[in-house]
């Protein structure tokens, strides 16, 4: 088992930036690739960014692309995720998950954590 919690979400005027957290206990983040999701207000829950369990390989959802980062620094079980340029439309519940593979599928992620908010505004 995995546990997984967010942190540094928050408010933010358009155009600023946050570095959200996402720390692991139970078992080492190394054995897992892990992915962020966001989900707004009456909306289903969105794929944002993934990184394989070496930091080698990462992806990101097109309306992400160029503004965030996705990074993680093993030995701390530790995987972060830079967002920068922020808009109003990036308000939401940030979500980090693990999973066994690499992918943007939401349902193959096994472990979830409880949620960060993000609030942009404008």
């Known amino acids: 088992q995995v546990q997984l919690v967010e942190s540094g979400g928050g408010l933010v005027q358009t155009g600023g930036s946050l570095r959200l957290s996402c720390a692991a206990s139970?078992?080492?983040?190394?054995?897992?690739?892990m992915g962020w999701f966001r989900q707004a207000p009456g909306k289903e829950r969105d794929f944002i960014a993934a990184?394989?369990?070496?930091?080698?390989?990462?992806y990101y959802a097109d309306s992400v692309k160029g503004r965030f980062t996705v990074s993680r620094h093993n030995a701390k079980n530790t995987v972060y995720l830079q967002m920068n340029s922020l808009r109003p439309e990036d308000t939401a519940a940030y979500y980090c998950a693990a999973a066994a593979d690499y992918n943007n599928l939401e349902y193959v992620y096994d472990y979830w954590g409880q949620g960060t908010q993000v609030t942009v505004s404008s």
């Open positions: 990184i394989s369990w070496n930091g080698d390989s990462t």
């Open positions: 139970g078992r080492t983040l190394s054995r897992y690739a």
